[in-house]
Nanobody, 123 residues
Framework: QRQLVESGGGLVQAGGSLRLSCTAS?????????VAWFRQASGKDREFVAA????????HYADSAKGRFTISRDSSKNTVDLQLNDLAPEDTAVYYC???????????????WGRGTQVTVSS
């Protein structure tokens, strides 16, 4: 069973940065998948953040992420990272990575999910 694992979350002050990383136990399948990051704040719905295609291109961002977050892929390391810059308290959420067939903003297009990593931004 494919498993995704996120890492890199933590507590940071407003204006700070974090780098999240997602990897998978099945290297080949992960390498053939589009990968996205979603987040879910307490009491809110899960929302799309960013996605990248299997070739490491086709990046797509939510408006809230544009100019601050960068998604990237390193096939040699079997990882998809999300660089979070200029963080604000409203970015506080559990961040999830997900793998699927195509880059999409809807969670229903992604079949495999990690358990999430907590990002907390203090004011």
């Amino acid at each position: 069973q494919r498993q995704l694992v996120e890492s890199g979350g933590g507590l940071v002050q407003a204006g700070g940065s974090l780098r999240l990383s997602c990897t998978a136990s099945e290297r080949r399948a992960f390498g053939l998948s589009a990968v996205a990051w979603f987040r879910q704040a307490s009491g809110k719905d899960r929302e799309f953040v960013a996605a990248i295609n299997r070739n490491g291109g086709g990046e797509h961002y939510a408006d809230s992420a544009k100019g601050r977050f960068t998604i990237s892929r390193d096939s040699s390391k079997n990882t998809v990272d999300l660089q979070l810059n200029d963080l604000a308290p409203e970015d506080t959420a559990v961040y999830y990575c997900a793998a699927g067939g195509v880059v999409a903003t809807s969670a229903r297009h992604y079949n495999y999910w990690g358990r999430g990593t907590q990002v907390t931004v203090s004011s």
